[in-house]
């Protein structure tokens, strides 16, 4: 099963459910047989966007209620089983762990930098603040012209809707949590 298919799946039944309706009800409201619901709840059916309409339309629903990323009470992410969304070879890798999309209000990246490289990181928009706790090492980061060293004893915030570079100046490997907040 596809991750929009489960994404069906899981927010057709959380909705039905939310609203105290058995599948012969929704049947009702939307005009989709209680078998074709059944089949989708489960993941085993692949609905036209005809049926997810007549199901949009009979809950009284946006679509993006449909197909968004089902929220969950607990997540846990193994950095060491996923891919970095990006990376340089030898030079830094950067892992999204949490995305903007999960909640519009938040953002969460893991950093590694390897010593004596950097990581060079664009505005973030206006009214984005930014704020970086190490695990491992110290990093460096310049914004303009001043220059912030912090290190695992340290918490940094800055506001982040201008250029700024992280860098490794040590000769150990840094490691750092960084978290970007919309305000």
């Known amino acids: 099963m596809d991750y929009l298919s489960h994404n069906v799946a899981v927010n057709l039944k959380s909705i039905r459910?939310?609203?105290?309706?058995?599948l012969d009800v929704v049947s009702e409201q939307t005009g989709v047989s209680k078998s074709m619901l059944a089949q989708i709840e489960k993941g085993s059916a692949n609905p036209s966007l005809g049926v997810l309409g007549k199901i949009v339309?009979?809950?009284?629903?946006?679509?993006?209620d449909l197909i968004r990323t089902p929220l969950r009470?607990?997540?846990l992410i193994r950095v060491d089983e996923t891919v970095p969304t990006k990376e340089v070879e030898d030079e830094y890798r950067v892992w999204t762990c949490f995305p903007i999309e999960d909640n519009n209000i938040v953002e969460i990246y893991r950093i590694e930098i390897e010593p004596g490289k950097k990581y060079i990181s664009g505005s973030h928009g206006e009214k984005t603040r930014e704020y970086i706790s190490v695990l491992e090492g110290e990093v460096t980061v310049w914004l303009e012209n001043s220059r912030y060293v912090i290190t695992k004893e340290d918490v940094f915030r800055f506001?982040?809707?201008?250029?700024?570079?992280?860098?490794?100046e040590s000769k150990e490997k840094v490691v750092?949590?960084?978290f970007f907040v919309a305000y």
């Open 17 to 22: 459910r939310a609203k105290g309706m058995s």
């Open 57 to 64: 339309s009979g809950l009284r629903i946006e679509f993006n």
């Open 73 to 75: 009470d607990t997540v």
């Open 159 to 168: 506001e982040s809707d201008r250029d700024h570079r992280y860098i490794n």
């Open 176 to 178: 750092f949590m960084s």
